[in-house]
């Protein structure tokens, strides 16, 4: 079985920092990608940042230049960055790991975490 397994959510002050973290359990094989996606109140679950086992990143155009994505696949584990937060950032931040192969199923699936709250004051 895979866990995933996010910290660092909070509230912060706009203009201010926040460091996500995610930490995938279980008979891991190989993750292919891992990203971030947050979803407001009311609002759909959208990407916010994705990275390959390539180290090859893609962002939402709304974080570009103020997050950072990175990942150590030693530790089964991604990060985001948040710098210069908004109000407009305030959701759940959700972790999730794609591709994902277990030493005991030859087949690939995605994993989603639980989330974490991000809350950014004006």
């Known amino acids: 079985q895979v866990r995933l397994v996010e910290s660092g959510g909070g509230l912060v002050q706009a203009g201010g920092s926040l460091r996500l973290s995610c930490v995938a359990s279980?008979?891991?094989?190989?993750?292919?990608?891992m990203a971030w996606y947050r979803q407001a109140p009311g609002k759909q679950r959208d990407l916010v940042a994705r990275i390959t086992s390539s180290r090859r990143t893609t962002y939402a155009d709304s974080v570009k230049g103020r997050f950072t994505i990175s990942r150590d696949n030693a530790k089964k584990a991604v990060y985001l960055q948040m710098d210069s937060l908004k109000p407009e950032d305030t959701a759940v931040y959700y972790c999730?790991?794609?591709?994902?192969?277990?030493?005991?199923?030859?087949?690939?699936?995605?994993?989603w975490g639980q989330g974490t709250q991000v809350t950014v004051s004006s």
């Open positions: 279980g008979s891991i094989k190989s993750i292919n990608a």
């Open positions: 999730k790991a794609e591709g994902v192969v277990i030493w005991t199923f030859p087949e690939a699936w995605d994993y």
